[in-house]
């Protein structure tokens, strides 16, 4: 049976202070529905750090993955810009 495609979001860390985890906050852009304007909606998803290497303000892409604990179920795949300092 083949395995199912897996989702990459990309997004920016909100917060490392934990040991292997980040919170990474993922911005979408829609348009209402009857008035048309544009809106941004923010989520938030916890995300396994094996390295430690995630520092706030990142650019990360996200993977889902196996359920790693309670509130966790996505892998950091990748830094595409790390922040300034």
Request: with cysteine; hydrophobic share 35%.
């Amino acid at each position: 049976m083949p395995r199912k495609i897996r989702s990459i979001k990309l997004g920016r860390v909100v917060s490392n202070g934990m040991n292997k985890s980040v919170v990474v906050a993922v911005d979408r852009l829609f348009q209402h529905a009857l008035y048309g304007k544009t809106i941004r909606r923010t989520s938030k998803f916890m995300a396994h750090d094996e390295e430690n290497e995630c520092q706030i303000g990142d650019k990360v892409t996200i993977e889902e993955t196996r359920p790693m604990s309670k509130r966790k179920r996505w892998i950091v795949r990748e830094i595409v810009q790390k922040t300034k300092g």
